[in-house]
């Protein structure tokens, strides 16, 4: 799975499901980050704060 890491709202996004609704366009480029590794992801999650974008995590929608 890729990762989208937006660094100005502190979101994560799987990339497959990223969209209008999580309001990534309005995140500049330099301000995004890919990732394939969960790990880090992760990481980001429990270490930085970081929060799994509710749209793309949406378990009923996009089960994992």
Known sequence: MKFLIDHT????H???YAGDACGLNT????????SHDE????KL????QYKKCS?????????S
């Open 14 to 16: 799987r990339t497959p």
């Open 45 to 48: 999650v429990e270490e930085k």
């Open 27 to 34: 995140t500049p480029l330099e301000k995004r980050e890919g």
């Open 39 to 42: 790990k880090y992801v992760n």
């Open 9 to 12: 709202t502190m979101q994560i």
């Open 55 to 63: 749209h793309c995590y949406d378990e009923k929608i996009y089960p």
